[in-house]
């Protein structure tokens, strides 16, 4: 079945789709019992592909903070009759597996943003596409990155720059705005922001197939539930790795990591309205972090997440928080 849909991924789409990272199975097994119940879009989706009409373009501003308007790629009309505004940035959001556009993430994040500043937030929801076992959750995530690249072709050709461009992606829906942002004609994307990206049957290998550093000028990542739900390995520029990345305070045992996993949004929409600051050290390198799971620090320090993006020196960060809300400690 599997070497079935992957034949024809590869016929129809250009993306370079390997087959599945070998990956615990008992994991793997366990939460293929997600959802409870067997989606009626599961058998829609046999084939891995995702159509135009499976995925909604959804526009709040602070004009229209909770009732979103609907963009649609190649409709000029519906743009110009938006509240859209040329002379503001735009942050697009995806969400992960198991979510959908009215989820914590994205909806979090928006308010967040909304909340300090005027700016045009795109809410990629691809709910139908990701409410289906994994497996063909992850087969999906090449399709409906390709589904925002041609968006954001759209958003150019009408005149927006990507240099005002930042997308977010939490869980698979980092791997959707990476391989977005890779396929973008006129890029590179200005930031990308990958929230604890999905490890289970990607690899680190292929690069075509997840997000790296060349997806967008500036790639940073947060990793809290590495090895599990979450890439360990750095893949963007700068990697944080609040608490070590692997297990977070205030998750208990969290077998299937969904608790660490989520930290990463819960850390991002706080850290933009924070005054606290999530205040990051930067490592001597990835081995410090890895094999201590926890970093001295070079003396250099750099602030994760934030309203305003932090550039800093390329590396590893590592970070402590709270068990709980509020999670910044400066
Ligand atoms: C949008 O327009 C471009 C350029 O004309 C075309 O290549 C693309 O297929 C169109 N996409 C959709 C979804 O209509
Ligand atoms: C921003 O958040 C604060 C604190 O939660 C709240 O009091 C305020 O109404 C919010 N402002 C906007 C514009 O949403
Ligand atoms: C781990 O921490 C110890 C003590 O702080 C330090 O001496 C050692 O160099 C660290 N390991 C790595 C791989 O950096």
């Known amino acids: 079945m599997i070497s079935v849909l992957f034949i024809l991924c590869t016929v129809v789409s250009a993306v370079k789709?390997?087959?599945?990272?070998?990956?615990?199975?008992?994991?793997?097994?366990?939460?293929?019992?997600?959802?409870?119940?067997?989606s009626p879009t599961e058998t829609k989706f046999g084939w891995g592909?995702?159509?135009?009409?499976?995925?909604?373009?959804?526009?709040?501003?602070?004009?229209?903070?909770?009732?979103?308007?609907?963009l649609k790629t190649n409709d000029s009309a519906s743009l110009k009759q938006s509240n859209f505004d040329f002379s503001k940035k735009v942050k697009?959001?995806?969400?992960?597996?198991?979510?959908h556009g009215e989820s914590p993430m994205p909806m979090s994040i928006k308010q967040a943003y909304l909340n300090v500043s005027d700016l045009n937030i795109i809410v990629l929801d691809w709910g139908i596409a990701a409410n289906v076992n994994y497996i063909l959750a992850s087969y999906n995530v090449a399709s409906v990155g390709r589904l925002l690249?041609?968006?954001?072709?759209?958003?150019?050709?009408?005149?927006?720059?990507?240099?005002?461009?930042?997308?977010?992606g939490h869980s698979?829906?980092?791997h959707v705005v990476g391989i977005a942002g890779a396929y973008v004609k006129k890029g590179p994307i200005d930031t990308i922001t990958g929230l604890d990206p999905a490890l289970p049957l990607f690899s680190v290998g292929n690069k075509n197939a997840r997000l790296d550093k060349h997806d967008a000028r500036h790639v940073e990542v947060i990793h809290t539930c590495g090895g599990y739900l979450g890439f360990m390995a750095p893949l963007g520029h700068i990697d944080f790795y609040p608490n070590g990345g692997v297990r977070q305070p205030g998750c208990g045992t969290d077998f299937r990591g969904f608790c660490a996993h989520n930290r990463a949004h819960m850390?991002?929409?706080?850290?933009?309205?924070?005054?606290?600051?999530?205040?990051?050290?930067?490592c001597k390198d990835y081995d410090e972090l890895y094999y201590n799971?926890?970093?001295?620090?070079?003396?250099?320090?750099?602030?994760?997440?934030?309203?305003?993006?932090?550039?800093?020196?390329d590396g590893i960060y590592y970070l402590r928080t709270n068990a709980e809300t509020p999670f910044a400690q400066g």
Request: charged content about 15%.
């Open 267 to 282: 850390f991002f929409s706080e850290s933009i309205t924070s005054l606290v600051p999530f205040t990051a050290v930067r």
């Open 149 to 168: 690249t041609e968006f954001l072709n759209f958003l150019i050709r009408e005149g927006v720059s990507m240099d005002d461009v930042h997308l977010i």
């Open 172 to 174: 698979l829906g980092a």
């Open 17 to 38: 789709w390997d087959a599945p990272a070998p990956y615990d199975p008992v994991w793997l097994a366990s939460v293929q019992t997600f959802p409870t119940a067997t």
């Open 49 to 70: 592909w995702v159509y135009e009409s499976d995925v909604e373009f959804r526009l709040f501003t602070r004009r229209n903070a909770n009732d979103y308007q609907v």
């Open 92 to 99: 697009v959001l995806s969400h992960g597996w198991l979510n």
């Open 293 to 313: 799971g926890s970093c001295e620090g070079t003396g250099e320090t750099l602030i994760m997440g934030g309203f305003l993006i932090h550039y800093g020196k």
